[in-house]
């Protein structure tokens, strides 16, 4: 199905082969992109296999995602931030990190103690959203739903690829964007390999009401055995992540809801006061994932395709919206200059800079997370080592602090190094 323009836009005509850019995926990332696209003079065809109806009304999947100052940029620059309920959008103001039962914390706020670290957002109404701001731009976009790409050729011209959907239809573009998730077909489609990180666990989301005030704090408790953070959220309410192994994450799954509920209670000692569940559980497998490449010919990568990253840093979406404005604003002025959309030398310029942007960032969150997983006595020693050192060093907490409001280039070079050579000691 095709979303057709508002009744203020006059109706237009699909734009030719050679004047639009094509889309795979209509998730937060897809959509923005063609938003971003639009807005610097591009048309574009977004391809998505879901049906109009999800994007239109998306349900509630559980996840509250964690937005940087720059990522909410962006959205204000699209003009989704502006669509949003202001109750919807619930500031975070501190994180407290706790280590097994030990009582004490290491605490990360903004450098001046003012304003916030970041915002969350329901992912639904960030879809929802990314929706309402295609629908407005409808005289550049075309959004075909129910559409899946089967079939790839990067070669089908010289000035042009092609994709096949399901349906047998095929449609040409000078340039195809991939957007369709981490486990992306188009990518794998174009010979693209990806460094693929399953960590062997799932995380258990859900919305918790309780009696006590969250604060704005966000609370990530590294137990042995799972790890539980709590994100603040709006109303008395917060956000549970319950990290723990594949196989407990399906058995706790099929708890009956008061029995999780008390499991949880008796895991908090205390913090928030009374809790009861109130929202459906939702299951995700945690795993992460790095494309080899983010362009080969006439193809670009953005979203999870190109960095799909465990949720602990919650950088996932940030890195697809500095993606999008990336590649936007490299196609818009060659689109200005009458350049080929598909030209490897752009691609290559946007491949670069938002390598530069992740890449650390990536590999930094899989040894953090690769620490504090880790059961084993030396793992645990190294952890608590980690923690207390991080405490007595204020710098290094405003180091971290601006990495995870995303007010900083990517970590420095040594911190990274050291990251490393921490996951080396461990294994
Ligand atoms: C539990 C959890 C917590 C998270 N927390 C955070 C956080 O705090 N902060 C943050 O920034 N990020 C977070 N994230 C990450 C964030 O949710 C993702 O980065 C983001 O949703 C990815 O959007 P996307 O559009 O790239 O991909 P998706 O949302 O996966 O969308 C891909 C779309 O492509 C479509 N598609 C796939 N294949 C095809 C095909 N062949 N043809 C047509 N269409 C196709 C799919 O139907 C889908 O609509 C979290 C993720 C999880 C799981």
Not at 369 to 385: I, M, S, W, Y
């Amino acid at each position: 199905m095709s979303i057709q323009p508002s009744p203020s836009s006059p109706p237009k005509a699909p734009a030719a082969d050679t004047e639009r850019v094509l889309i795979v995926g209509g998730g937060p990332a897809g959509l923005s992109m063609a938003c971003a696209l639009a807005d610097a003079g591009i048309s574009s065809c977004v391809l998505e296999a879901a049906p109009l109806s999800a994007l239109q009304d998306p349900a509630e999947d559980g996840r509250e995602i964690a937005l940087t100052h720059p990522g909410r940029a962006v959205l204000e620059a699209l003009g989704q931030w502006a669509l949003l309920p202001p109750e919807e959008i619930a500031p975070l103001r501190r994180a407290h990190v706790f280590n097994g039962e030990a009582p004490e914390h290491l605490g990360f706020g903004t450098t001046d103690g003012q304003g916030e670290l970041g915002y969350l957002v329901a992912n639904h109404w960030l879809r929802r959203i990314a929706y309402r701001a295609v629908e407005r731009r409808a005289d550049r976009i075309e959004l075909r739903t129910d559409c899946r790409v089967s079939g790839l050729n990067l070669n089908a011209t010289p000035e042009l690829a092609e994709v096949r959907l399901s349906t047998g239809e095929s449609l040409r573009a000078p340039l195809v964007i991939a957007a369709d998730s981490r486990f992306s077909t188009v990518r794998r489609m174009a010979g693209i390999g990806a460094q693929m990180r399953d960590f062997g666990r799932s995380v258990i989301v859900c919305r918790l009401a309780h009696s006590g005030p969250n604060e704005g704090i966000a609370l990530e408790c590294f137990h042995y055995g799972h790890t539980l953070a709590l994100l603040p959220l709006n109303g008395g309410c917060s956000s549970l992540v319950l990290t723990v192994s594949a196989e407990r994450a399906a058995e706790m799954q099929a708890w009956d809801a008061e029995r999780f509920r008390a499991w949880v209670q008796a895991q908090l000692q205390g913090r928030l006061g009374e809790i009861s569940l109130a929202s459906p559980r939702h299951l995700y497998p945690l795993v992460a994932c790095y494309a080899h490449r983010f362009t080969t010919r006439r193809l670009a990568l953005v979203g999870d395709a190109a960095v799909g990253m465990h949720p602990v840093t919650a950088h996932g979406y940030n890195f697809g919206l500095y993606g999008v404005q990336k590649l936007a604003n490299i196609l818009g002025t060659a689109h200005a200059q009458c350049q080929d959309l598909g030209d490897a030398a752009l691609l290559q310029r946007y491949a670069a800079k938002h390598r530069r942007r992740t890449w650390a960032i990536y590999q930094g969150t899989n040894a953090v997370v690769n620490l504090f997983t880790d059961e084993r006595a030396p793992a645990r020693l190294l952890r608590k080592g980690v923690l207390q050192i991080a405490r007595r060093l204020p710098p290094l907490q405003a180091a971290i602090s601006a990495q995870l409001t995303g007010r900083t280039p990517p970590l420095p070079l040594p911190l990274l190094r050291g990251l490393q050579a921490l996951r080396a000691i461990r294994s």
